[in-house]
């Protein structure tokens, strides 16, 4: 029996379907292929970035901690324990200042080397852990310029030690870009400002 026109027409059809699906699922498969490579060839690069992002981060912040505390590195304080009360130079506020020329005393000089200005400078005094008296202050210190305080130890109710060695004291003050620091005899730098906190808050 010859098929009729419409039988030939049908397989045609069917044929031309069964190619299209055939070439649709190459085409599909060489799609996922590429894609494929594509993702491996991806991850290729972002696997070294991901171990060295981690490393860039850490020396953004140190760089900006460097630049953060660049001018307060500059400015330190000096303590020279002696009965000398003639030293020439230093700036003396009367308020805590011991008369007596044979007591002991403390000087401290405040030294900035910076290339600006710093603002609200405080000379907080110890007689050993214990804060002593009211803190000297000056408004400001200009670059390439110090100031000094002198006092002579003694405790809360008046009565003198008589040892220099037990008085300390540390200097606070703020930087040109408004940022707090205080500064110990030994060197120690540390910010105090507020933002410095809500940073190591959210670092821990």
């Given at each position: 029996m010859v098929p009729t026109v419409p039988t030939w027409i049908a397989a045609i059809a069917t044929a031309v379907l069964a190619v299209g699906?055939?070439?649709?699922?190459?085409?599909?498969?060489?799609?996922?292929?590429?894609?494929?490579?594509?993702?491996?060839?991806?991850?290729?690069?972002?696997?070294?970035?991901?171990?060295?992002l981690p490393l860039l981060a850490k020396a953004l912040r140190q760089s900006l901690a460097e630049r953060r505390r660049e001018q307060a590195c500059h400015v330190f304080i000096e303590?020279?324990?002696?009965?000398?009360?003639?030293?020439?130079?230093?700036?003396r506020p009367s308020r805590g200042i011991s008369q007596?020329?044979?007591?002991?005393?403390?000087t401290a000089t405040v030294h900035n080397g910076s290339r600006q200005p710093i603002h609200d400078v405080y000379v907080i005094w110890q007689l050993g852990t214990v804060r002593m008296g009211k803190p000297d202050r000056a408004a400001r210190l200009m670059p390439?310029?110090?100031?000094?305080?002198?006092?002579?130890?003694?405790?809360?109710?008046?009565?003198s030690t008589g040892d220099a060695?037990?008085?300390?004291?540390?200097?606070?003050?703020?930087?040109?870009?408004g940022v707090r620091w205080t500064v110990r005899e030994d060197g120690t730098l540390s910010d105090i400002s507020p933002a410095a906190h809500e940073e190591q808050d959210a670092q821990d």
């Open positions: 699906a055939i070439l649709a699922a190459i085409a599909a498969r060489t799609i996922m292929v590429a894609q494929s490579r594509q993702l491996k060839a991806q991850h290729d690069v972002i696997a070294p970035l991901a171990e060295v303590l020279t324990r002696s009965n000398d009360h003639g030293q020439a130079g230093a700036k007596a020329p044979a007591s002991p005393s403390v390439d310029q110090h100031l000094c305080f002198e006092r002579a130890p003694e405790v809360a109710d008046g009565v060695a037990t008085l300390a004291a540390f200097l606070t003050f703020r930087d040109a870009a």
